[in-house]
């Protein structure tokens, strides 16, 4: 679960009722972009971990998926 996700919907729902101050506006940048930093890494994680199959069942991942894959075999 993503810690901060309350506090991002709190800014969001303060910002539409009646304004933010220019720290709250910093404070909720930041978290942002610690929320968007996060689901990236899940994505790369989620694709970083599949093996492409054709129809019939051969594998066809990509030479950079599966190069990704192999370093981060290596990195463990």
């Given at each position: 679960m993503i810690n901060n996700l309350g506090r991002i919907n709190e800014l969001a729902k303060k910002q539409r009722e009646e304004g933010l101050t220019n720290a709250e506006l910093v404070e909720q940048q930041v978290l942002r972009e610690d929320?968007?930093?996060e689901i990236r890494g899940q994505i790369l994680?989620?694709?970083s971990g599949m093996t492409v199959l054709d129809p019939l069942g051969n594998d066809?991942?990509?030479d950079k998926l599966r190069r990704e894959k192999e370093m981060d075999l290596r990195e463990e």
């Open positions: 929320y968007l930093r994680d989620t694709f066809v991942t990509p």
